[in-house]
């Protein structure tokens, strides 16, 4: 079964641009979480995305956004790009079983430079 | 609101030592707690979970934790550590009604010198 796949690997942009960035699940997973990694901050919750809807929300600013297509993949996007959004972001996948959400299976990350 | 403490940031260890990588965390209600693991420029990968029962969970390459339900702690061992066990580890916690929201300890960087 393939793992969870995100791209861009890399990205380069400057101040003010926006990003768009996309994950791929695991087939029959249909939740979907963003993450964001900085050394200074560490592991940050973005949002979660189950069947299309937002099911939670991390304490970031509006800028960032998501979303979620019937086939489960997702994309977030990033507006007026910030120095400080220069990170790894870390997309995972699960199940929703009878506990809920099952373990969560992360993909290799994009890693987003803003110049 | 949930918190996770990762008590050592670097631990250095000889190759076939034995090393315990700490983990506390903070909740007014129950969760499930887990062990990733980070090598350079990668993802996070699964180490193990505690879901319910037994409270000592392991893993398939030799790690184990231990629930520790009065103490909050979720530690992680390993008796006898390799050189490919570098890399940096991450405990987690995610609520029963926060969906798949995981709340992540800093990491703590496992170096292992030969």
């Known amino acids: 079964k393939a793992g969870v796949t995100q791209t861009p690997r890399y990205l380069i942009k400057t101040r003010g641009q926006q990003v768009t960035l996309s994950c791929s699940p695991i087939?029959?997973?249909?939740?979907v979480s963003w993450y964001q990694q900085t050394p200074g901050q560490g592991l940050q919750f973005l949002f979660e995305y189950f069947s299309e809807t937002q099911r939670n929300k991390g304490n970031f600013p509006g800028r960032f956004s998501g979303r979620q297509f019937s086939n489960s993949r997702s994309e977030m996007n990033v507006s007026t790009l910030e120095l400080g959004d220069s990170a790894l972001y870390l997309c995972?996948?699960?199940?929703?079983?009878?506990?809920?959400?099952?373990?969560?299976?992360f993909g290799p990350g994009t890693r987003l430079l803003v110049l | 609101a949930q918190s996770v403490t990762q008590l050592d940031s670097q631990v250095p260890v000889f190759e076939e030592a034995p090393v315990e990588l700490r983990c506390n965390y903070s909740?007014?209600?129950?969760?499930?707690l887990f062990w990733y693991v980070q090598y350079p420029n990668q993802g996070l990968q699964l180490l193990l979970k505690?879901?319910?029962?037994?409270?000592l969970v392991e893993s398939i390459n030799g790690f184990e934790a231990e629930f520790n339900k009065s103490q909050t702690s979720f530690h992680l061992r390993k008796p006898s550590v390799h050189i490919s066990d570098t890399a940096e580890y991450f405990c987690a916690v995610r609520t029963y009604n926060q969906g798949g929201k995981l709340i992540f300890g800093q990491g703590t960087e496992l170096s292992v010198k030969p």
């Open positions: 087939s029959g997973h249909r939740s």
């Open positions: 995972a996948s699960s199940r929703d079983g009878d506990l809920g959400p099952e373990t969560q299976y």
């Open positions: 505690y879901l319910s029962g037994s409270t």
């Open positions: 909740s007014s209600v129950s969760v499930y």
